[in-house]
């Protein structure tokens, strides 16, 4: 690898969570778990990584195009994107349950959805950890797993104390830039008011771009002024860019301390900004990368 390329393993493919069991507290949650032959449709990336890791997988009979994670959804039927979605897609397959991601629409499929008579459930969306558990206490109540869901719910504040005390042993700040889009013409930078900027601050570093909001093109210009010590950026973003060289030929990417330095940290999209099930995981494995003094034999919790 370049430089010091790095990939956080456990928010991509080779995630600690394996497809058949979530170990917690010593625990193994089932993720095809019998349950009540719900015939669920799920919409949203970190919702539909809930239902999983709460084990009621196999209700599950359809996805949205933004769940990804755990792998087995992939074979799932889509109803495209949560945003855009055709009430006769979704009806087509009869579920008697709908756990929807805050956002969910248009306002008329919604519409439509709802005076046919299917179920609908809210989930709040939100940044951070507190977004997380808030969402697996909804799916859980809703599917009569708050047994599990405490599991899940304890695992993640267990998590957040080990990186509060894992803040305190953090020597420098770095100044860091979350770069994100699809292909040379679609990549932006965030700024404040995003997902990647909350996930920076718990951290422990510094957003590179705090003075702009919301997620920004970027410019040469742009990114000197920021002087990011190290980028993060999702896998499926760098694989559009054509990989670390790729990235490196966007007009002032190699012109900062990140780029000379060639520090990258690669990411799993979801895990990193979807706020779901793999928060605390995605958070201490990316203090770990950007703080090189965390490595040094501090055991997890």
Sequence with gaps: MPGSWLRVSSL????????????????????????????IVSLGGSVTETVFALGAGADVIAVDQSSLFPEQVRALPQVGYFRRLSAEGVLSL????????EGSGPPPVIDQLEASGVRIVWVEDGYGPDAAIGKIRTVAR??????????????IISQIGEA????????????????????????TMAGSGTGAAVMIDLAGAENAASSMQGYQPIS??????????????????????????????????SATPAGRSKRVVEVDLLG??????????SLIDLMRELHPELKRDVPRR
């Design 12 to 39: 991509g493919r080779l995630a600690r969570w394996t497809v058949a069991a979530v170990a917690i507290g010593g625990a193994s949650l089932d993720l095809n778990a019998e349950s009540h032959s719900r015939r």
């Design 94 to 101: 009869a579920p008697d349950l709908i756990l929807a991601s």
């Design 142 to 155: 809703e599917l009569g797993l708050e047994e599990r869901g405490q599991e899940l719910e304890n695992r």
């Design 164 to 187: 509060e005390d894992l803040r305190k042993l953090i020597v420098e700040v770095p100044r860091v830039a979350f770069i994100w889009g699809h292909g040379a013409g679609g990549v």
């Design 220 to 253: 040469a210009e742009a990114l000197v002024l920021a002087a990011p010590d190290a980028y993060v950026i999702p896998e499926t973003t760098l694989a559009s860019l054509g990989g670390f060289e790729g990235m490196m030929r966007l007009p002032g990417m």
């Design 272 to 281: 990193f900004i979807g706020f779901g099930p793999r928060v605390g995981d």
